[in-house]
């Protein structure tokens, strides 16, 4: 059994990983670190939580709390953990970073995207991308992760096999996504105010979005050279799910069958990726509350257009799933342990 912890106990992350772990054998959560809201408890924010969390929340002190866990998961928005990690590095503790720190290998491409200083180049050689489709050999051996963002997660789950496998072009890579109100965090502000969102879709930081860079950066390992996507990201009026429309060029006469082929051989051994049959697409609701990225295909000969969709859950493969599956990857336990639920629906 290992003992966790949670740094930033309030957020929507952090709740969807309560719920996670406390399904989980292996995993006993032992703190819930808050620094605005230490001391309170968490139930009087989220009362579903009644009966299952009854320690208040905690102060975090860093030095303490690497002798008493063994896994830190920061559920924390944008720069605070490049400056906990750093005091982490001489102790044992796995530390999974859901927010964006880790992401960026370059600073300077952090810096402009992030608008803030980068984390330093130590922290940032340490952390292993934590997308196990991708990188599982380097997941368990790693004691610091970067747990994907949701659209970078959808989009590059979607792309990467297509653009390694060379039947589509590298660019111009098109990619469009939309996201539920949740993604947003639980933060009120215009934006996600219910008068402005509801009956409402908005397209919202074109060509400013802080996944870009990251989208960009794994999509260009799969063909080694540099891919620069078109990503606009729009916010519909539900409370959580995501789904990106992806557009490439094809490169050879490929049919949609054989397109679907491709991919299913490609995640055999991905237990938490579902490839529709031919003409079949994914939803929202096929992966609500779930580990589970969908993805159908349709090759169009008549614009010579791959069209891939790809839905996720992004609170959970877009965050705290995600970062489940890479704890247990880390630990040598099954890769789905905890997070072999069936889909809420409706």
Known sequence: ?????????????????????????????EKIISHSQHKKQLYSFYPHLTNFI????????IDSLKEEVDIIFFA????????????????SVQCIDLSGDLR?????????????????????????YGMPELYKEQIKGARVISNPGCFPTSAILGLY????????QPNPIIIDGKTGVSGAGRTPSAMTHFSETNDNLKAYKIGKHQHIPEIDQYLSTAVNEQVSSVFTTHLIPM??????????????????????SLYKNYYESAPFVRIRPEGEFPVTKDVYGSNFCD???????????????????????????QAIQNANIMNGWEEGHGLNSIPMYP
């Open 54 to 61: 009854d320690d208040p929340m905690e102060e975090l002190e």
């Open 1 to 29: 059994m290992k003992k966790a912890a949670i740094i930033g106990g309030t957020g929507y992350g952090a709740i969807e990983l309560i719920r996670l772990i406390q399904m989980h054998e292996y995993i006993h959560l």
């Open 295 to 321: 993805i159908g295909f349709y090759a169009d000969k008549r614009t010579n257009q791959l069209i891939i969709v790809s839905a996720i859950d992004n609170l959970v493969k877009g965050a705290a799933g």
């Open 104 to 128: 960026i290998s370059s600073r300077e491409q952090y810096e402009h995207w992030y608008k803030g200083e980068a984390a330093p180049q130590v922290a940032l050689d340490l952390a292993v």
């Open 161 to 168: 096999p297509a653009l390694e496998q060379k039947i589509i």
């Open 239 to 260: 409370t959580r799910g995501l789904v990106c429309t992806m557009y490439g060029q094809l490169t050879e006469g490929i049919t949609t069958e054989g397109v679907v």
């Open 76 to 91: 924390t928005p944008a720069g605070v953990t490049k400056k906990l990690i750093p005091k982490l590095i001489d102790s």
